[in-house]
């Protein structure tokens, strides 16, 4: 992602947690520099940051990468960002950097059938 395309992303998330939405960020975020202004946003304006990690098997990952529809990645860069991935699920980096909860995903079924709800904690609004 360029820094033209980070300062955007970071703009809107921005906007919407100051609005008090509920703002998802879709990246990869294999570089703690990307991760730290997200979680630095979501402290500043008081909402839960939650790391959602697909670590699955790397035959997974090229395989459903080679049936995308659109822009299907080289499977050098896809080597690549497993690897970083491996390497910060290996390190425990995701449980010391301050999301309140990581969810990992280590096998396909488990991707394939999770359910993402929302539910309030208590004492906080309804959720927007």
Request: glycine share 6%; no cysteine; charged share 25%.
């Amino acid at each position: 992602m360029s820094r033209t395309a980070f300062s955007i992303l970071h703009r809107q998330v921005e906007s919407r947690l100051r609005r008090g939405l509920l703002t998802v960020v879709d990246a990869t975020n294999l570089g703690n520099g990307a991760r730290r202004p997200l979680l630095w946003r979501a402290r500043r304006h008081a909402f839960p940051a939650v790391a959602i990690v697909f670590d699955l098997p790397g035959s997974v990952v090229h395989e459903r990468n080679a049936s995308r529809a659109e822009r299907v990645v080289g499977a050098a860069i896809v080597d690549d960002q497993l690897a970083r991935l491996r390497n910060l699920v290996d390190l425990g980096t995701f449980d010391v950097e301050g999301f309140e909860a990581v969810h990992r995903f280590p096998h396909a079924e488990a991707v394939d059938s999770a359910r993402v709800s929302r539910v309030n904690r208590p004492g906080s609004s309804p959720a927007r």
